[in-house]
């Protein structure tokens, strides 16, 4: 009987240690795990600003008292730590997110739709910074909300101290700038963009 037991025992504990191999799998594949690809994402990177800082956006994109003025470079890294530089090399679109903000929320799948069109003009080169982040705030972490809304741009993560943000006068978002190959302000523009706002902008701003 006691023989009997054991293997009754054994047979259990063999099927509860597959139960929960299957659930560890599982985990895993949602990104819930501790598993090597993820131990190297971080929400915060520390970040470079090289030059002056751009005087704060005004809210209004017509009249924004920072057109023609020259951006700082930013040197930063991915949320995995690849390196990231933000600097003149041709027209740069540069947006700037928060994860909590629910403006943010509905202008990224916009963002992407736009992308995955091939709508983004030859030339243009678009670069997503996540910043004011804060892990008691909604939607956090923001690698996860991007990588779940497919997010197709090099993106830079901001500091704890929201040094990309502030170098190029965020005061609101969804913050956009748009800026020259010599690495001068186009336009800005803070909030969600209207249907086609976003095209007319570039559009204008390339002569296309």
């Not at 709508?119 to 705030?137: F, H, I, K, Q």
């Not at 996860?144 to 101290?161: C, H, I, K, Y």
């Not at 001068?184 to 902008?201: C, F, K, N």
Request: charged residues 15%; proline residues 7%.
């Amino acid at each position: 009987m006691s023989e009997t037991l054991s293997t009754s025992r054994s047979g259990r504990q063999g099927r509860a240690l597959a139960a929960l191999a299957v659930l560890a799998s599982l985990v895993v594949a949602c990104g819930g795990g501790d598993d090597a690809s993820s131990a190297d994402v971080q929400e915060f990177r520390p970040v470079e600003v090289v030059g002056n800082p751009l005087p704060a956006f005004e809210g209004e994109t017509t009249t924004d008292s920072g057109i023609g003025s020259i951006a700082p470079v930013l040197n930063g890294q991915s949320f995995d730590g690849t390196a990231v530089t933000i600097a003149p090399d041709g027209y740069s679109l540069v947006v700037f997110l928060a994860h909590w903000c629910p403006h943010c929320q509905a202008e990224v799948p916009d963002l992407v739709e736009w992308a995955e069109s091939l709508s983004v003009p030859a030339g243009l080169t678009v670069y997503g910074v996540t910043t004011s982040t804060g892990e008691d705030r909604p939607n956090y972490p923001p690698s996860r909300w991007l990588s779940l809304e497919r997010w197709p741009f090099v993106t830079m993560a901001d500091d704890e101290s929201f040094t990309a943000g502030q170098a190029f006068g965020t005061t609101g978002y969804p913050y956009v700038v748009m800026l020259d190959p010599s690495g001068a302000v186009m336009w800005r523009h803070s909030g969600e963009l209207a249907d086609g706002q976003l095209e007319q902008y570039i559009a204008t701003a390339m002569g296309l």
